[in-house]
């Protein structure tokens, strides 16, 4: 990634989550704090109005606006391939928001013969849309509002079993989608495949999630078991 690429990212992250610390867009960029720290000298010489307050983190002067949106033809190629998977793998909603963002994009870019419809880079529907394709909606909204759902399912080796969890996190392989979960009956992190799920139903309110088990803890802890599964080089 370009300089100045990293450099928007810095503004438009502080922007959006003013105030915040080096150490976190550090994370967020996925550079160290030592370079974030170079990039904020560098802004601050081009007239960017930032300041830091320490133990706090930086934020921008009130009334500042970033320049009007311009995109790459490669960039443009990106946002509308992603838009078109989106809208042949995921949910109705997701989809829905998806073209409904690309046209607000549309809309801010300034006049230039280069628009997203143009791009040659698609993603066509090559099946019809599966009755799974919904339970990404029914997951992404009990995500949003920390609700227990509770579903049949079959696992690859044909065992059926009934679960109640807490949906953290969808992540789609290419083909297939599997959730992340808290599974209040093992008391412990689960995956399962979306696509192997039936009669899924999202709770009524009553049980709640312990703060403590959330996506970053997930997140965490399948990196930790990815790490403890992999094979050792020799």
Request: overall charge positive; proline content about 4%.
């Amino acid at each position: 990634m370009r300089k100045s690429d990293r450099l928007f990212q810095v503004v438009n992250l502080i922007r959006v989550h003013q105030p915040i610390t080096a150490d976190a867009l550090a994370e967020r960029i996925g550079v160290s704090a030592r370079t974030i720290y170079r990039y904020i000298d560098d802004l601050s010489v081009s007239g960017i109005p930032l300041y830091g307050v320490a133990g706090v983190g930086y934020s921008l002067r009130e009334g500042f606006e970033l320049p009007p949106l311009t995109l790459t033809r490669t960039e443009l190629d990106a946002l509308m391939l992603g838009v078109e998977m989106l809208s042949t793998a995921a949910g109705t909603e997701l989809a829905t928001a998806a073209r409904t963002l690309l046209s607000k994009i549309t809309a801010a870019l300034p006049s230039t013969d280069v628009a997203p419809s143009l791009s040659s880079i698609r993603a066509l529907r090559a099946r019809p849309a599966t009755a799974h394709q919904r339970y990404l909606d029914e997951l992404n909204r009990a995500i949003q509002q920390a609700s227990t759902v509770r579903f049949s399912y079959v696992s690859l080796n044909g065992a059926a079993s009934d679960r109640t969890v807490f949906p953290l996190g969808l992540f789609y392989w290419g083909g297939k989608w599997t959730v992340g979960t808290w599974c209040v009956a093992r008391q412990a992190y689960r995956d399962f495949r979306i696509d192997r799920m039936h009669n899924l139903q999202i709770l009524p309110d009553g049980q709640k999630l312990g703060a403590e088990w959330n996506l970053r803890a997930y997140m965490q802890f399948q990196s930790a078991q990815w790490a403890a599964n992999s094979p050792i080089e020799h």
